[in-house]
């Protein structure tokens, strides 16, 4: 449960900053920032129910997937036009300079947030959200160059959604902190 809650934090926090940054922002920067904040409200909203501080619903689970789904792909990849960075973006220059990455990101947010509205239906798993082929083994993040350094051996939709829950949500906002981590410029 640690590793899924200092995820969700990350994430929760960057929410907080980004809402801060709207201030300034127009066009498309703004409607990136707010479908930004539109995902980092559904982590905010999920990740009680995956720490076991809330009881889980299944229904709140799917509709932060579908958020996600929303906002993913294509979807986000059209949001970060050429020449849309600068202030107040927080997109570092990384996101045109290494478009593919950033690009198969966005694509592998939509696969697992996919596989995490399947997810919902098998509710949350053991502690820390390490079930069956996640994290460290068999197609994980981590075993097959995946999330830091493109998709090669991401997993189907349908991988992510036979695991449990929690395990699928961890997966997902992994995603989202690899490309936070690469694409987006901290905070001053």
Not at 32 to 38: E, K
Not at 144 to 169: I, P, W, Y
Request: hydrophobic share 45%; proline share 2%; charged share 15%.
């Amino acid at each position: 449960m640690k590793k899924t809650a200092i995820t969700a934090g990350i994430l929760i926090a960057g929410t907080t900053v980004a809402a801060l940054a709207h201030g300034g922002a127009t066009g498309i920067v703004k409607e990136r920032m707010d479908a930004m904040l539109a995902m980092g409200k559904a982590v905010k909203t999920v990740t009680p129910m995956m720490s076991g501080a809330a009881e889980y619903d299944a229904d709140k689970l799917r509709a932060a997937a579908r958020t996600f789904q929303k906002h993913s792909g294509q979807a986000m990849t059209d949001q970060f036009p050429e020449g849309s960075g600068g202030m107040p973006s927080m997109a570092k220059a990384a996101v045109w300079e290494d478009w593919d990455s950033f690009s198969e990101l966005a694509e592998q947010l939509g696969t697992y947030a996919r596989g995490l509205e399947m997810a919902a239906e098998n509710g949350v798993g053991t502690p820390g959200g390490i079930g069956s082929g996640t994290m460290m083994g068999g197609s994980s993040m981590m075993g097959n160059g995946t999330m830091m350094g493109g998709t090669a051996g991401a997993m189907s939709a349908e991988a992510v959604g036979a695991m449990s829950a929690n395990a699928a949500f961890n997966m997902t906002t992994q995603v989202c902190s690899a490309c936070h981590s690469r694409f987006r410029a901290k905070e001053d």
